[in-house]
């Protein structure tokens, strides 16, 4: 069973502070995403890593894909309450699938 | 927007009854996946549907089983549903193959009572 270990599980920081969640595996993939998920809502792919050591930016977040493809990152510059949300990462499976992660429940206190 | 619509947004059941949950997939897509969301986890994989299909299953047991039309909706059906079956049904769509571009829908919430 592949599975993606995220930490931490719950993060709170005020608006403007950095942070970082990762997403740890014994497993290898093959590529790697991350979702946002707010309330109500299905996921929103937010970013797919593919290469070893891959890193990218979209905005104020920074993502990046182990050399080893088992673990990834995910940096954000500058919280802003817009970024409340759950963070998932997800790793292709065998089926057809994708594996996700526990979850990252991150709150932006303005 | 996803373009991937799901119906109903809600639904209460009772232990043992069954239910059907609906999703029309976005336009030009031709795989629906269904996730199963529990509170506080994240979504694990039910099943894969390809040109009417089942495509790849996860650990679910039969009683969970799914049906897709030839305009790609799908149907997500649960029979003798258990306590444990409450959460967020969540129907994914995307093209052959691009199980890296999966574009969700808002989701079914099951409680069962």
């Known amino acids: 069973t592949q599975l993606l270990e995220q930490s931490p599980q719950f993060l709170s920081i005020q608006e403007g502070e950095n942070l970082t969640v990762y997403c740890n595996s014994s497993?290898?993939?093959?590529?790697l995403q991350w979702y946002r998920q707010e309330p109500g809502e299905g996921p929103v792919l937010l970013v797919t890593v593919v290469t070893g050591g891959e890193v990218k930016k979209l905005k104020r977040l920074t993502f990046q894909f182990g050399d080893a493809r088992k673990d990834s990152s995910l940096h954000i510059t500058a919280a802003q309450p817009g970024d409340t949300g759950l963070y998932l990462c997800a790793g292709g499976g065998g089926a057809n699938n994708l594996f996700f992660g526990t979850g990252t429940r991150l709150t932006v206190i303005p | 927007e996803t373009g991937v619509t799901q119906s109903p947004t809600h639904l209460i059941k009772t232990r043992g009854q069954q239910v059907t949950l609906r999703c029309s997939s976005q336009s030009g897509h031709n795989t629906v996946s269904w996730y199963q969301q529990a509170l506080g986890q994240g979504p694990q994989f039910i099943f894969q549907?390809?040109?009417?299909?089942?495509?790849g299953r996860g650990n679910f047991p039969p009683r969970f089983s799914g049906l897709q039309f030839p305009n790609y909706s799908s149907e997500l059906n649960v029979n003798a549903l258990e306590l444990d079956d409450s959460a967020l049904y969540l129907c994914?769509?995307?093209?052959?193959?691009?199980?890296?571009?999966?574009?969700f829908g808002s989701g079914t919430q099951l409680s069962v009572l």
């Open positions: 497993s290898v993939f093959s590529s």
């Open positions: 994914a769509s995307s093209m052959t193959g691009a199980r890296e571009k999966l574009f």
């Open positions: 549907y390809y040109r009417e299909e089942e495509n």
